[in-house]
């Protein structure tokens, strides 16, 4: 149920932290992943890393602001792989400053990565799986910020509360062509893009003392949920943003 031999996943932000996580976790499950990112330099790394491990992988620079760059990717990838089954949205960017301190480039930039490069990405799988007629998955990384209100995440608050109202609706639209739309909100997650706040000690101790499983999260801790809604496993989800915090949203 939760194999994906045969499936071909498109992932951006694919090439550091949380996404090539990701991409590592589907392609042991024998999924081709095709990768997407900015850094060229980290995605070369990223394919190095994945192809050592025996995933078939694409890999390929993209800004996911732009429609034209976004199109051009996916007509690689069916070039390459000859299908689209699952879209991974995992590409984000955040700037943390109080309300009076935002300007309005900072606004445009987290918005611009976080909720129009899903919609792109998302309209751009979506037309291709229903021309497929094979069904598909859509997954959205969204956060623990998408939900709970705190100081500081402005953009990237109204970010990730926009990307779990677009999997709502997504979902509605696109049952009929059995496409299942969920959403993946991460808590506090160990990653390098991570480690420089999370060696602090005085936040740190913070962190934890509200989680009520009393540590943050790993990579790993992300596979689970993740199979269950790339695969055949969530045949009967859709609509749904699953919190995976150690409790700290429930708290």
């Known amino acids: 149920m939760f194999r994906l031999d045969g499936k071909v996943a498109m992932i951006t932000g694919g090439s550091k932290g949380i996404g090539l996580g990701i991409a590592q976790t589907l392609g042991r499950m024998g999924a081709k992943v095709a990768i997407a990112s900015r850094g060229l330099e980290d995605l070369e790394k990223a394919k190095k890393s994945l192809t050592e491990a025996d995933i078939e992988v694409l890999a390929t620079q993209v800004d996911v602001t732009s429609k034209k760059s976004v199109d051009n990717w996916l007509k690689e990838v069916i070039d390459n792989f000859g299908e689209v089954h699952i879209l991974i949205n995992n590409a984000g960017t955040n700037i943390r400053k109080p309300l009076v301190e935002v300007d ?31 069904g598909g998955k859509i997954v959205n990384i969204s956060s623990i910020f998408g939900g709970v209100g ?47 706040w999370l060696n602090d000690e005085e936040r740190y101790r913070g962190i934890v003392d ?16 993740l199979l269950l809604l790339a ?8 609509g749904q943003t699953i919190y995976v915090d150690g409790g700290w949203t429930a708290k």
């Open 104 to 134: 309005e480039s900072d606004w445009e930039r987290v918005l611009d990565t976080n909720l129009k490069g899903v919609f792109l990405a998302g309209q751009a799988a979506a037309k291709q799986m229903i021309e497929q007629q094979t």
């Open 150 to 196: 705190s100081s500081f995440q402005t953009s990237y608050a109204a970010s990730k509360g926009g990307i779990n109202q677009l999997t709502k609706v997504w979902a509605s639209e696109l049952a009929e062509h059995g496409i299942n739309v969920n959403g993946l909100a991460p808590g506090y997650i160990k990653t390098p893009m991570t480690e420089g």
């Open 210 to 225: 509200q989680t009520m499983l009393k540590r943050v999260g790993d990579l790993e801790d992300l596979e689970g949920p």
């Open 231 to 238: 695969s055949d496993g969530s045949n009967y989800m859709t």
